[in-house]
């Protein structure tokens, strides 16, 4: 029984690849893409960064010590808390998606 079901799923792996090696990939995309696509974000959190997008927009957020101080002109502690941890989190995002974006474009 354990021979029939490795031969089974041995079959189906060999089945997959062959459909993923003869399906023609699309090497031209469908069109361009929307205008809100980042393309490129530079700086970093300390300097503050630009986040680039396809329709030549771009969007310059404050530094990461600027963005902290204006939470500091929260009135609760709370809303103050909650904004650090929200600047700390973009920041952190924008930080992943550059070296994401920096990786994609060497690549291809």
């Known amino acids: 029984m354990h021979k029939l079901l490795a031969l089974a799923v041995a079959a189906g792996a060999v ?3 062959a459909l993923g090696l003869t399906t023609p990939a699309s ?4 069109g361009p893409p929307p205008g809100d696509t980042v393309v490129e974000v530079t700086g ?3 300097n503050g960064f630009e986040i ?3 329709d030549g927009t771009a969007l310059f957020p404050p530094t990461d010590s600027e963005a902290r101080a204006e939470c500091g002109e929260y009135d609760t502690r709370v809303a103050r808390v909650r904004c ?3 600047v700390r989190t973009w920041y952190r995002d924008l930080g992943d998606l550059k070296q994401a974006l920096d990786w994609a474009h060497a690549s291809g």
Do not use: Q
């Open 15 to 17: 089945l997959l690849l």
């Open 27 to 30: 090497s031209t995309p469908a």
């Open 44 to 46: 970093d959190r300390a």
């Open 52 to 54: 680039h997008f396809y």
């Open 84 to 86: 650090r941890t929200e």
